[in-house]
């Protein structure tokens, strides 16, 4: 059965930084785009960033853009997602997934990981 398992969570004040983890198991890493997506209370699944299976295309939604950095570690089978400049507004549940394509839908995403959380104090 196909894992994703999130790190690098917790709580920072605004301004800080955070690098999370994803790594995967039981999946041919190299055969998927890999996405980030967080869910904020009161709110729906929000696109983050996501990056193509080689490394060489990424995207990321405007709300993040210039602050977080989404790269992939095919020999560690582990995505990453660098945090900064952090803002209260990016308090949320940070969730990886998994793809064939690089996407920035939701629902498009095959496999998802548990989730963690990013607290951000202003």
């Known amino acids: 059965q196909v894992q994703l398992v999130e790190s690098g969570g917790g709580l920072v004040q605004a301004g800080g930084s955070l690098r999370l983890s994803c790594a995967a198991s039981?999946?041919?890493?190299?055969?998927?785009?890999m996405g980030w997506f967080r869910h904020a209370p009161g709110k729906g699944r929000e696109f983050v960033a996501a990056?193509?299976?080689?490394?060489?295309?990424?995207v990321y939604a405007d709300s993040v853009k210039g602050r977080f950095t989404i790269s992939r570690d095919n020999a560690k089978n582990t995505v990453y997602l660098q945090m900064n400049s952090l803002k209260p507004e990016d308090t949320a549940i940070y969730y990886c997934?998994?793809?064939?394509?690089?996407?920035?839908?939701?629902?498009?995403?095959?496999?998802w990981g548990q989730g963690t959380q990013v607290t951000v104090s202003s």
């Open positions: 997934a998994a793809h064939y394509e690089l996407s920035t839908k939701s629902y498009e995403y095959n496999y």
């Open positions: 039981r999946l041919t890493f190299t055969t998927y785009a």
């Open positions: 990056i193509s299976w080689s490394g060489g295309s990424t």
